[in-house]
């Protein structure tokens, strides 16, 4: 008794509050939000691994007795850091209700503590992630925050927009962030942008995205920059609504932003999801005209959509142009244009890349095994098909769904009934597929073997 838990001293004093995570979009184009972010949230100096959480149960009592035993006897000065790391031990057993309590109890029994921004946004962040809690509890997290004389600002936006949709209450978060603008301080562009990409995700609604943005830029003077733009055209292409995104395009340029790398990918993605492979070339015509460099996303996207089309003489062309543009061509290049070759009958030449990818030092993906495989099936050309699967098993490659079921057809169909079990037992044994997905197949396979001998199609 008398020594500070060692967890309390190295454990970080906003741990609850997670790191926003690695997004595919680029980042916001003002770099100051994201360095106010991460000053907030970086973690603990103390590299040290923490212990166990010293609070053994949720009970108040217990951990208010808990506290005063170590306040009343500890040599070790009892700073924010000290006190933000029995806040956070705590709530991370606790409810919402009993964990605000105990930071009431510390501040009535410690005269010298004076709680920060830091400390208040323990408790918002958890009162938006905990699963009973409700938005009331967020206001009264802000309310005493208020009343301690310590300002909500564009960081408390920030973790409470984050916390609100990481635990999927996207519309909270959306009533939250307007109150937040109009009471105190408004997203800064790295918070509108999540919250944007959330909205997306979890609406069809157009309208209701676009209604939100007007508001925002309306009422607090939030404006959607080059980042906002690519958001929604990625929605709008993965809904294959081709004409809006172009329209918001358009839009981008009138409100002076200019079009770069990434965005061209995203409109190209959405061309190439529709073999749209003229489109694409399109895009990618744009760009040279434009004076955006493509890159290797770039390449990738128009040989993938010029195969999917059919026009794998095409997409090899391209190949040869990001080659000489000097990005080496990688697995996906390679399986997309094995694809391409294979949907055209060409499965002979999409094999010989097989040899080509190897020679270049580019290693086969388990995607691309199975997409030779699947063509190979496809194709009847079942000796080359066992030879690539035993191949497969040799490498330990899961089999996917599609290459699996035409593997077990293409076998029974050859009258290699016991071959088709064998291929059972290694989708299960490798955990390729599921137990019921693995046998569901097979037994449809058996099934199609008995109705063709039945009508004499099978012997």
């Not at 010293?54 to 208010?64: E, H, I, R």
């Not at 958001?231 to 002076?256: F, H, P, Q, Y």
């Not at 199975?370 to 194709?379: D, E, Q, V």
Request: charged residues 25%; glycine residues 4%; proline residues 5%.
């Amino acid at each position: 008794m008398g020594k500070v838990p060692p967890s309390f001293r190295s454990m970080a004093s906003t741990q609850l509050v997670k790191k926003p995570t690695t997004s595919p979009l680029p980042p916001p184009r003002d770099p100051r939000s994201r360095i106010a972010v991460r000053e907030t949230l970086k973690p603990s100096e103390d590299t040290r691994e923490p212990l166990r959480n010293p609070f053994k149960t949720p009970d108040l009592s217990d951990a208010k007795s808990l506290f005063n035993s170590i306040a009343s006897t500890s040599r070790i000065p009892l700073d924010l850091k000290f006190h933000n790391s029995v806040l956070q031990s705590y709530a991370s057993i606790a409810d919402v209700d009993d964990t605000v309590k105990l930071f009431q109890h510390i501040l009535k029994s410690q005269p010298d503590f004076s709680p920060e921004n830091s400390t208040f946004h323990i408790l918002l962040a958890h009162a938006c992630r905990a699963p009973d809690s409700s938005l009331s509890n967020v206001h009264r997290v802000l309310n005493l925050m208020v009343n301690s004389g310590v300002k909500p600002d564009q960081v408390t936006t920030d973790i409470a927009v984050r916390s609100l949709c990481e635990s999927g209450r996207v519309d909270e978060a959306l009533g939250l962030v307007k109150e937040l603008s109009e009471k105190h301080s408004p997203p800064d562009t790295y918070t509108y942008n999540l919250l944007l990409k959330h909205l997306c995700k979890r609406t069809d609604s157009l309208s209701l995205v676009y209604k939100f943005i007007d508001e925002m830029r309306k009422s607090f003077r939030v404006k959607p920059d080059l980042v906002s733009y690519t958001i929604l055209i990625d929605n709008v292409c993965n809904s294959k609504n081709l004409r809006e995104a172009k329209r918001l395009v358009n839009a981008l340029s009138d409100a002076g932003f200019k079009p770069d790398c990434f965005l061209y990918n995203t409109l190209m993605k959405g061309y190439c999801t529709l073999s749209k492979g003229s489109e694409a070339i399109s895009i990618y015509k744009e760009m040279i005209e434009k004076g955006v460099e493509p890159d290797l996303i770039t390449y990738n996207t128009l040989i993938f959509g010029l195969s999917k089309s059919g026009r794998v003489e095409e997409a090899r062309k391209y190949l040869k142009t990001m080659v000489e543009a000097g990005y080496e061509p990688d697995a996906v290049t390679y399986t997309s244009l094995m694809n391409g070759m294979c949907r055209k009958g060409a499965t002979l030449g999409a094999l010989s890349l097989l040899e080509e990818m190897e020679g270049r030092g580019c290693a086969p993906n388990d995607c691309t095994y199975n997409t030779l495989l699947h063509g190979l099936c496809k194709a009847r050309l079942m000796d080359k098909g066992i030879e690539l699967y035993e191949l497969m098993k040799s490498k330990g490659v899961k089999l996917e769904t599609a290459a699996y079921a035409t593997l077990l057809r293409a076998l029974v169909k050859n009258g290699k009934v016991a071959e088709a079990y064998e291929v059972f037992d290694y989708a299960v044994e490798s955990k390729s597929l599921t137990d019921a997905s693995a046998y569901s197949a097979l037994e449809t396979t058996l099934k199609w073997l008995k109705k063709a001998k039945e009508q004499g199609l099978a012997v």
